[in-house]
């Protein structure tokens, strides 16, 4: 495994793992949002543009989504 791959590898289970735990803070939130820009620099990175685009839209929705949340905890 080369070492993209295995930045691919932790930065989708980050994904899921940040996305299983979004109902507890919003700083979970904001960290699947960090999890899918890697996920798209990763995507990109490996030529694999679509999936980069994608990952990049989720990271701002992801984004938005936390930015809501803080207003509205705060």
């Known amino acids: 495994m080369d070492i993209l791959t295995l930045f691919g590898a932790i930065a989708v289970s980050l994904m899921l793992l940040f996305y ?11 960290a699947f ?3 899918c820009a890697a996920s ?19 990271a701002g929705v992801a984004s938005r989504r936390w930015w809501n949340r803080r207003q509205a905890t705060g």
């Open 20 to 30: 299983a735990l979004e109902h507890r803070s919003p700083a979970f939130v904001l």
């Open 33 to 35: 949002a960090a999890a």
């Open 40 to 58: 798209s620099a990763y995507g990109f990175a490996q030529g694999a543009w679509p999936f980069g685009v994608v990952e990049a839209v989720w």
